[in-house]
């Protein structure tokens, strides 16, 4: 069974410090996505990632996938509080997605 | 463009009782999926449906169910509601291979 882990469940950051956000899973899979969700709301897409290597960018924020790691990573840049949500990962499995754990960031002023 | 709708925003239930819950996703989109988020947790799958036919099942009861209509409108189902059901609904929409699109949420309590 596909499983998705994220690392880390909790992070409280200064603000313009920099912070890596990690995404292991279990099988194979080409295709994985991030998503934001602030609290009560639903989930916002951020990353859409289709192949090995790829990498994309929007704003202070980088996400990578290397599909034979099996590794996705997010990456902020210079953290401000307009950042503090909680982030997930998610894998495409056999018509559904599986998402991560979800890591919860809270930047500090 | 109108992204993919819910309907009702919030809803109480109380323990045995039955709960419909309405999707309407982007124009456009054939598929339909259903995600079950309890609080603090990331969702977690329940259905899939395409061309109004069943694609996936989570591992979730019978008490869940649902169907998918000639406008690839949706609805779930939960039948004699538990405790444990209360949580955050998820629809979402996508076209048949691509980026899936979430509605804003149904957020069930049950009492």
Redesign the interface.
């Known amino acids: 069974e596909l499983k998705?882990e994220q690392n880390p469940l909790f992070l409280s950051m200064q603000e313009g410090k920099n912070y890596t956000i990690y995404c292991n899973y279990s099988t194979t899979s080409d295709r994985l996505?991030w998503?934001r969700q602030d609290p009560?709301?639903?989930?916002e897409?951020l990353f859409?990632l289709l192949s090995n290597g790829a990498v994309k960018q929007e704003g202070r924020l980088m996400a990578s996938l290397d599909t034979k790691a099996r590794l996705s990573t997010l990456h902020i840049t210079a953290a401000v509080h307009d950042l503090s949500a909680t982030y997930?990962c998610?894998v495409e499995g056999?018509?559904?997605?599986?998402?991560?754990?979800?890591t919860r960031l809270k930047v500090l002023a | 463009d109108a992204g993919v709708t819910q309907s009702p925003t919030h809803l109480i239930k109380t323990r045995g009782q039955h709960v419909t819950l309405r999707c309407s996703p982007i124009s456009g989109h054939k598929s339909v999926s259903w995600y079950q988020q309890v609080l603090g947790q990331g969702p977690q799958f329940i259905f899939q449906y395409y061309e109004k036919e069943e694609r996936g099942r989570g591992n979730f009861p019978d008490r869940f169910s649902a169907r998918q209509f000639p406008n690839y409108s949706s609805e779930l189902n939960v039948n004699a509601l538990l405790l444990g059901d209360s949580a955050l609904y998820l629809c979402a929409s996508s076209l048949r291979a691509g980026a899936t699109f979430f509605g804003p949420g149904t957020r069930l309590t049950v009492l």
């Open positions: 998705v996505y998503y009560g709301k639903s989930l897409s859409v997930f998610a056999t018509y559904k997605y599986i998402f991560g754990t979800g």
